[in-house]
């Protein structure tokens, strides 16, 4: 059974960083591509960041653009996301996706992020 598991949220003051991570039970995560996305209360889920197997190549959403950066460990199956000059607005519950190669996709529990002082 694949399982994601993240860690790293808290709470945090406006202008602060985290990194949250997110590690991968399973065989060829070299071949997974792997996202960040997040919910707010009372708001739908929304896409945050890909990162695409096989290459470094990633994508951003617009409000998160400059301050996120997605990046992966195969070596240790775990994908990160660094977050900087956080934002109120950026408090939500963070989860991570993985799209295996052969398709099959998973989600991670959750982790809360606040951005509060």
């Known amino acids: 059974q694949v399982q994601l598991v993240e860690s790293g949220g808290g709470l945090v003051q406006p202008g602060g960083s985290l990194r949250l991570s997110c590690t991968a039970s399973g065989s060829g995560f070299n071949l997974w591509t792997l996202g960040w996305y997040r919910q707010a209360p009372g708001k739908e889920r929304e896409w945050v960041a890909t990162?695409?197997?096989?290459?470094?190549?990633?994508q951003y959403a617009d409000s998160v653009k400059g301050r996120f950066t997605i990046s992966r460990d195969n070596g240790a199956n775990t994908v990160y996301l660094q977050m900087n000059s956080l934002k109120p607005e950026d408090t939500a519950v963070y989860y991570c996706n993985g799209r295996t190669g052969s398709n099959n996709e998973y989600w991670g529990q959750g982790t809360q992020v606040t951005v509060s002082s």
């Open positions: 990162i695409f197997r096989h290459t470094t190549l990633t």
